[in-house]
């Protein structure tokens, strides 16, 4: 298995929307990512396995020094093999490579084990609003 990392590469919505569903729970949405993606994001990279889309991740900023995670996605055969943290490595990469000087995520508890000792975060105390 070769994987390849792509960094803003055009993909197949409902391939994302099967992928999301997959790693998120409930059924496949019929989301326009590509459109959405392309309007808010600094980037995405897109791990793909020959034609097969095999995970994702979303990069949005403010424009200027701070980018943020979203939407961390991985085949549930694939993953804890590495695919994950390539991503996110990868998504690293370009932001520093855009300028950006923070990378920030937000992760439930359960992935703490994967973004900090996995992915180089470091826990910072933050706050949400359910809205």
């Known amino acids: 298995m070769a994987i390849d990392y792509s960094w803003r590469s055009a993909f197949d919505n409902a391939a994302l929307n099967a992928l999301h569903a997959e790693g998120f729970g409930g059924p496949a949405a019929d989301t326009d990512w590509l459109s959405r993606v392309r309007r808010h994001s600094l980037g995405w990279v897109c791990a793909s396995d020959g034609a097969r889309l095999v995970g994702f991740v979303n990069v949005v900023w403010d424009g200027g020094s701070h980018a943020f995670l979203l939407d961390t996605v991985v085949a549930s055969d694939l ?53």
């Open 79 to 131: 993953r804890r093999s590495g695919v994950g943290a390539a991503l996110v490595a990868e998504a690293v990469r370009r932001s520093r490579a855009a300028g950006c000087e923070w990378m920030h995520v937000d992760f439930e508890e359960e992935l703490r084990p994967f973004y900090v000792d996995g992915c180089g975060f470091r826990p910072t105390a933050a706050g949400l609003i359910a809205l």
